[in-house]
């Protein structure tokens, strides 16, 4: 999780690295063997080990344990995007043109994380601010997804996740999608995290149906449809 967000201990960090820098300054600056590079250069580490008993920090600075339900929608969230980053991977190999749509997605999602580390009840009016969730992303998702499907042939079977690398590993972040929206559908129900990131975990998961599909058919893979066995 430390690549998920910027939490409150990096900016804590942050001050910390500041301090020690303007200490360390005349130092830094009278000091004629510069591969020699001190803790202020390097940057904060990044382990700090405040969660080495099982509780962890919210941006807004409560402590929880960390199977609360917080984590749980932070963690799947983090899984989301590197799904995501490893569909990617391979829909770059194949040149297919919608990548610049995964990249923008996997932003998203670090604004997800964000209105999600931020529950409401503990948050004050400059924490809200901050990690406020647009709708705009919502209305980006329909409109890829609408021009997506112009170009599909009509639905007619159940599919099976398949279709070439890049289509079932899209597949398989559309599942993990779900299990995001799951665990995130509570937190908003309880008025801790924006309606608006519900609803775009659940656009999210048709937009990667469809670009699943997609990715198939421009590659000229077949898809698996699904047969009641004999
Ligand atoms: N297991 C986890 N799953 C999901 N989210 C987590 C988990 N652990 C921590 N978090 C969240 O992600 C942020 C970054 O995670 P990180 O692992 O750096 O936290 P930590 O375990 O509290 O600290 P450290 O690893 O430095 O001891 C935390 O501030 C917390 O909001």
């Avoid at 610049?100 to 997800?112: E, N, P, S």
């Avoid at 899209?170 to 999608?177: I, M, Q, S």
Wanted: proline share 5%; with cysteine.
């Amino acid at each position: 999780m430390a690549s998920m967000m910027i939490k409150p201990v990096h900016l804590r960090c942050v001050v910390r690295v500041c301090r020690l820098v303007s200490q360390h300054r005349t130092w830094i600056t009278s000091c004629s063997d510069r591969s020699f590079a001190t803790e202020a250069e390097k940057g904060p580490k990044i382990y700090t080990k405040t969660g080495d008993k099982g509780f962890s920090s919210t941006f807004t600075g409560e402590r929880r344990p960390k199977e609360d339900h917080i984590f749980e929608a932070l963690g799947n969230t983090d899984e989301l995007s590197s799904a995501i980053g490893l569909a990617r991977e391979f829909c770059l190999d194949k040149g297919h043109t919608f990548t610049h749509q995964l990249d923008k997605i996997q932003c998203i999602l670090q604004d997800v994380g964000s209105n999600i580390a931020t529950p409401r009840s503990s948050a004050r009016e400059a924490h809200i601010k901050r990690t406020k969730f647009t709708a705009q992303p919502i209305a980006d998702l329909e409109i890829w997804i609408d021009e997506l499907t112009e170009e599909l042939p009509p639905l007619t079977n159940f599919i099976l996740p398949s279709g070439g690398k890049s289509s079932a590993a899209l597949h398989l972040a559309r599942t993990v999608c779900r299990r995001t929206e799951r665990s995130v559908a509570p937190i908003v129900r309880s008025g801790e995290a924006d309606p608006d990131v519900a609803k775009f975990l659940n656009r999210l998961s048709d937009y990667l149906f469809t670009v699943a599909r997609y990715a198939a058919m421009k590659e000229g893979n077949e898809e698996t449809i699904y047969k009641r066995p004999q």
